[in-house]
T-cell receptor, first 109, second 117 residues
Framework: GENVEQHPSTLSVQEGDSAVIKCTYSDSASNYFPWYKQELGKRPQLIIDIRSNVGEKKDQRIAVTLNKTAKHFSLHITETQPEDSAVYFCAARNYKLSFGAGTTVTVRA | EAGVTQFPSHSVIEKGQTVTLRCDPISGHDNLYWYRRVMGKEIKFLLHFVKESKQDESGMPNNRFLAERTGGTYSTLKVQPAELEDSGVYFC???????????????FGPGTRLTVT
């Protein structure tokens, strides 16, 4: 089955700096890669996703890149703000979603 | 539009007891998924319903777990008898039916935090 590794497990950044979270996957058949954000006490919510026929996607301050050859994808958050503090999960889908273990991001004011 | 709802939000039970978790998906979503997150680890897939049918239950840990979705609407996940290692947050998610990638986006519920003592 699919195995998704996510790094780092925790990330602390100064407000205004960038944050980068990296994930690798094992199944070359995976074709959909969503990122979920879970704020404290709330449900995981999809913030951005990328499909295997695209190398990069951007939505305001967040962007995701995908390298199919290397089987890794990354989330980039620029100009971080305190409300970006949350746990972020990457996932990969072949026939079902497999998640990474999550990254706890703390944005220091 | 109401999102995915789960009940209860928290449950504390003793080892050996039974607990039933409920999930109400977004209206019209044929796909319903159960996941579990043990503290600090990944959100792990348990099973997938398409309407009332179990499409994939490969993630169910053992036969102490029973999921149902009678009528293809809400779903229940029963743990009987509960063990200490069953503690964690149980998430439900739903998505639209479809063969294409439009059906891929899953909407999560707030989760049920289960503590087995």
């Amino acid at each position: 089955g699919e195995n998704v590794e996510q790094h780092p497990s925790t990330l602390s950044v100064q407000e205004g700096d960038s944050a980068v979270i990296k994930c690798t996957y094992s199944d070359s058949a995976s074709n959909y890669f969503p990122w979920y954000k879970q704020e404290l006490g709330k449900r995981p919510q999809l913030i951005i996703d990328i499909r295997s026929n695209v190398g990069e996607k951007k939505d305001q301050r967040i962007a995701v890149t995908l390298n199919k050859t290397a089987k890794h994808f990354s989330l980039h958050i620029t100009e971080t703000q305190p409300e970006d503090s949350a746990v972020y999960f990457c996932a990969a889908r072949n026939y079902k979603l497999s998640f990474g273990a999550g990254t706890t991001v703390t944005v220091r004011a | 539009e109401a999102g995915v709802t789960q009940f209860p939000s928290h449950s504390v039970i003793e080892k050996g007891q039974t607990v039933t978790l409920r999930c109400d998906p977004i209206s019209g979503h044929d796909n319903l998924y159960w996941y579990r997150r043990v503290m600090g680890k990944e959100i792990k897939f348990l099973l997938h319903f398409v309407k009332e049918s179990k499409q994939d239950e490969s993630g169910m840990p053992n036969n102490r777990f029973l999921a149902e979705r009678t009528g293809g609407t809400y779903s229940t996940l029963k743990v009987q008898p509960a063990e200490l290692e069953d503690s964690g947050v149980y998430f439900c998610a739903s998505s639209q039916y479809g063969q294409g990638t439009a059906s891929y986006e899953q909407y999560f519920g707030p989760g049920t935090r289960l503590t087995v003592t």
